[in-house]
Structures are given as structure tokens and as C-alpha cells.
């Protein structure tokens, strides 16, 4: 059974994922404004969340009661984050990511469908088109997905297109390019990564010659195009990133000069089935939601450094 901490108001917005990287600063931005809160997630409450505008329901959304005790009647909208969000994990284990990423969506969607909510924002990822070289990724290309996580990504788009179609719930995907920003600390992906070599000292290993490029989008930024899509109550797809591709060679540079730290730099073979390139065009979202990314690169990754630094000296790890 679910434990809830608290609970009051119609008109909230239900944050699954709401403890993790990008959820916490969703949670945030909505209680900036004012805006009632669950928060529906395994894991504990950050402590910079707790606030009387939060309802914390602990536990599994696997579980109907913790699903049915998260969606409570009055829920306006629910912004859909938790997942399981590790590609390599949705290989090792593709019938569990159907079951966190899949089944668990569509039961929201039920629940939606059922209480009356208005309004469904998932969060989805490029990865659902796969592999098209170098070409530019635009939300008109048809779904390829390459991994477990991202077919259990385009899965979900679909069964959000058929509850918009059916039943008027206002449906929208996001699809979201590499996102980097304070709150990271617990993630294996390659800013972090370089992070975590910054503070040690030691060197990084490059597959291949680092010419692979990758759009990493600030979490500020990708909070600006969720409140979008949740104020215009959006229905539809849309890609949310920085909308400019750098290569690895560029990006450890941009954390040399927001770290001050040398970096060293060790190539190894490259990775079977890597993509050479994400290149994606963020018109849509700068048309529909006036979406408009704000956070340059290095000022971004300095707010990440700060971030590492302050819970390494709150650990003694520096
Ligand atoms: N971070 C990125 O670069 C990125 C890029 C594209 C898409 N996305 C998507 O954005 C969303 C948020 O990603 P994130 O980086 O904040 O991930 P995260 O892992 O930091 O947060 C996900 C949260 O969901 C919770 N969760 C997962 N399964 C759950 C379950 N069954 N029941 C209850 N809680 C559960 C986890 O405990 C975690 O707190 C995910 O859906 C992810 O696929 C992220």
C-alpha cells in the first residue's frame, strides 16, 4: 500500500518521477506558481520539495492502489516522468521497461480517462526514430525505435494519440534530447560522467575519435517547454532541445572551461551501433508552445559543476 503524506485541493497536477533529475524541478516550477502537487514516485521526497502545496504518495506505480491514490479526483493534469530511463537497463531487461514504461502509461491513461482529467504531458525522447545518420530529427519521421526504452517510448506515444483521439483527453509528448542540469548527481550518462572526472582528476575515455554529436538541453530549458505545453494544454509531439548538435571533442571542452579542470582525454574502440548523430530541429516547439532554449552551454554545465562540488563537500568526497 501507498503511504501519502498529505493531501488537499482540487486542481493539481499528479509529478510522476517527481523525485528524480527532471521531475524535482518540475515540482518546482509549479510550486513556484502557486500550483498543488503529487508527487508519485519509489523514491523519498527531496527535502528542497517539502512544501504543504506536496502530496508525496510513496510507492510502485505498478501497484493500482499507489495509481488510483496518486490520480485522485479533482487531478487537473498529470505530467508523466518516472520511467525506467537507462537505455542499457531496457536491454538487460525488456519485460520489466515494458512493464514501468508501457503498461503503467496506459493505466494512467485509463485513470485519466475515468476521473476526468484534462490533461496528459509524457516524457518521451528522440530515440523513438532511431538511427538516421546525420540527417536532422523532425517529429515527422516515422517511428524506428533501435532499444527496448525507446520502442517502450513510442509505444506510449501512440497509446497517448489514441486517448486523444477517442476520448478529448489533451495528449502531448515532449521528446526530450540529452537533458543536463543540477539534480544529475545520480545519473550514469557522460556529463555526469566528465563531472565526476573533473572532480577526481582523472582522465575520460572517448569511443571512437569523438566526432559523434549529441543536442544536450538544459533542465531549465526543458522545464520552460513542459510549463508551455501544460499552460496551452498542448495536444500533440514535440521535440524539446537546444536545437545546435556538438561532437564529444566539443562538449568535453565546454566542461574543461566550466570546470577549469584539465580533463584528459583517453580513445577507445567505438561502441557497435552508436549513432554518429542526434541532430534535431526544434521548430515545431518554438511555433506551438514558443518554446525558446535559453541556457548556453557553458553556463549550463557550470550550474552542474556547482552542483557536484556543493554535495562533494557536503559528503567530504573533494
Ligand atoms: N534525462 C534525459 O536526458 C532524458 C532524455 C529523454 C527523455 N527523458 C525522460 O524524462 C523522464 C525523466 O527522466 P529523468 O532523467 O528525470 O529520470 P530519473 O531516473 O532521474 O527520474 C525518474 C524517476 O521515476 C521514478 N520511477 C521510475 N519508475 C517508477 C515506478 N514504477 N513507480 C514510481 N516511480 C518510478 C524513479 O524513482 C525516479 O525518481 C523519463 O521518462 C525519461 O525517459 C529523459
Request: aromatic share 6%; glycine share 10%; proline share 4%.
Amino acid at each position: 500500500m501507498p503511504s501519502s503524506v498529505h493531501s488537499s485541493a482540487a486542481d493539481r497536477v499528479v509529478v510522476t518521477g517527481g523525485s528524480g533529475f527532471v521531475g524535482r524541478a518540475v515540482v518546482r516550477a509549479f510550486l513556484d506558481r502557486g500550483t498543488p502537487v503529487t508527487v508519485v514516485d519509489t523514491e523519498q521526497l527531496p527535502a528542497e520539495l517539502h512544501d504543504d502545496l506536496v502530496t508525496h504518495v510513496a510507492g510502485d506505480l505498478r501497484d493500482a492502489a499507489v495509481r488510483e491514490s496518486a490520480v485522485a479526483e479533482g487531478t487537473a493534469g498529470i505530467i508523466h516522468l518516472a520511467a525506467i530511463t537507462s537505455v542499457l537497463r531496457s536491454v538487460d531487461r525488456p519485460a520489466e521497461t515494458y512493464a514501468n514504461n508501457v503498461a503503467v502509461t496506459h493505466e494512467l491513461l485509463e485513470l485519466a480517462r475515468q476521473r476526468g482529467v484534462g490533461q496528459f504531458v509524457l516524457a518521451s525522447t528522440n530515440a523513438v526514430v532511431g538511427d538516421i545518420g546525420h540527417g536532422t530529427i523532425t517529429e515527422s519521421l516515422p517511428l524506428r525505435p533501435l532499444t527496448p526504452y525507446g520502442s517502450t517510448k513510442a509505444a506510449c506515444e501512440m497509446l497517448l494519440s489514441g486517448y486523444s483521439g477517442a476520448y478529448g483527453l489533451a495528449t502531448c509528448a515532449l521528446r526530450f534530447t540529452n537533458i543536463y542540469g543540477p539534480g544529475m548527481g545520480h545519473k550514469d550518462s557522460f556529463i555526469p560522467r566528465l563531472m565526476r572526472a573533473a572532480l577526481s582528476g582523472d582522465g575520460v575515455q572517448v569511443y571512437g575519435d569523438g566526432s559523434q554529436s549529441r543536442d544536450f538541453v538544459h533542465v531549465d530549458d526543458v522545464v520552460q517547454g513542459i510549463m508551455a505545453a501544460w499552460d496551452k494544454q498542448y495536444d500533440g509531439t514535440a521535440i524539446i532541445g537546444h536545437g545546435r548538435s556538438i561532437s564529444v571533442l566539443e562538449l568535453i571542452d565546454a566542461v574543461r572551461e566550466a570546470t577549469g579542470e584539465p580533463l584528459p582525454v583517453t580513445h577507445v574502440p567505438a561502441k557497435n551501433g552508436e549513432m554518429p548523430a542526434v541532430i534535431v530541429q526544434i521548430a515545431q516547439a518554438q511555433r506551438e508552445l514558443g518554446y525558446t532554449p535559453a541556457v548556453e552551454l557553458t553556463d549550463g554545465l557550470r550550474t552542474v559543476w556547482e552542483d557536484f562540488r556543493r554535495a562533494a563537500d557536503a559528503t567530504g568526497t573533494r
